[in-house]
């Protein structure tokens, strides 16, 4: 970088290309400390928090997603909200609600769960669409309006929902606006007979989450998050993204959203920075493209968003569509 480029980024915030990356890597590792055997997926929820992004985690259950979430939340000293969708659970429920206050006679706005920088969404698709779509203007824009009062919510805020794979018939579909706003769709997945020992041996004593410490504070994870958004997105980059979403339009009943194109751009900054680089190659974007499109991708018409058939339509345009 030029010296005025330097200086500017030092206002802003931005770490170092070799100090972001370290950084990065050593929330991997810590992550991995607690997550046995899943160093990729890992990896692409490290990414969606670099690039801004909320993560959705589609599995039976199980599998280590709640754990995932803590660990993150432990591993940059975030404040960490929890919130347990039922069919029951209100909207309010989730961003919070006004009540009466008799000492002063008038109504206090008591904050939700949601109000924290790592908020777990846990079985997000037990909850009906109205509870669901709560989180809408909280994932978009970082706020939460009630009674038409506006509030901010923490900086960073990310948003890691699992979703219930196995009981369909006792869950409901996630409306497609809300699944636009998860970055990434991840799965976790069995570990092996291996992986599956070394778990045993490591919660023999106590959790291994108890024992999790942060690897950087709140502050420091501003900061990172802002170094990868300042990592170079050269425009035949940017316009192979676009290149790719089209081919998605053309070739699917529903193709993927201009935020989403957005979020690939977004993710393979922050690919490229965990790679140690200040710019993007084709490839951080060729690495992203499957777990930030194809859960947006309805293959045919009266279909599901997501699954098998939206996966082949993502293959096939990084198949048909290369990088100039």
């Known amino acids: 970088m030029t010296d005025a480029t330097t200086e500017a980024a030092v206002e802003r915030g931005v770490l170092s290309t070799d100090e972001a990356a370290d950084l990065a890597a050593r929330l991997v590792d ?6 046995v055997g899943k160093r990729t997926p890992i990896e692409h929820l490290v990414v969606a928090v670099l690039g801004r992004g909320h993560v959705l985690l589609e599995d039976v259950p199980g599998t280590g997603k709640t754990m995932l979430a803590r660990t993150v939340a432990k591993s940059v000293s975030g404040s960490f909200g929890r919130v347990q969708f039922t069919p029951d659970l209100l909207p309010g429920d989730v961003t919070g609600t006004h009540v009466f206050d008799e000492s002063t006679g008038e109504f206090d706005f008591r904050e939700g ?4 920088n790592v908020v777990l969404a846990d079985e ?8 669901q779509a709560a989180l809408l203007e909280a994932m ?6 009630a009674d038409g009062t506006t509030y901010p919510l923490p900086d960073p805020f990310i948003v890691i929902a699992t979703m ?3 009981e369909r018939d006792r869950t409901y579909d996630l409306p497609l606006a809300e699944i636009d706003r998860f970055t990434k769709q991840l799965s976790l997945g069995y570990p092996s007979v291996a ?7 490591r919660v023999a004593g106590d959790h291994p989450v108890r024992e999790v410490e942060a690897v950087m504070d709140v502050p420091t994870l501003r900061r990172l998050r802002a ?3 300042s990592v170079t997105v050269a425009e035949p980059v940017r316009d192979y993204v676009a290149r790719l979403a089209a081919d998605t339009r053309e070739h699917a009943a529903l193709g993927v ?7 690939l751009l977004h993710a393979a900054q922050g690919r490229a920075l965990l790679g140690g680089r200040d710019y993007v190659l084709p490839d951080d974007v060729q690495t992203e493209a499957s777990s930030v499109l194809t859960h947006r991708v309805r293959a045919d018409e009266g279909g599901r968003v997501g699954g098998p058939a939206a996966e082949q339509v993502v293959e096939r345009a990084l198949d048909r569509v290369r990088p100039e």
């Open 227 to 229: 170094t990868a958004a």
């Open 195 to 201: 992986e599956e020992r070394e778990i045993l041996s």
């Open 140 to 145: 978009e824009e970082g706020q939460v309006t």
């Open 124 to 131: 997000i698709n037990r909850a009906p669409p109205k509870t």
């Open 164 to 166: 219930n794979a196995v």
């Open 30 to 35: 810590n992550v991995e400390t607690v997550i």
């Open 257 to 263: 959203s201009t935020r989403a194109s957005i979020a």
């Open 113 to 116: 769960p949601v109000f924290g």
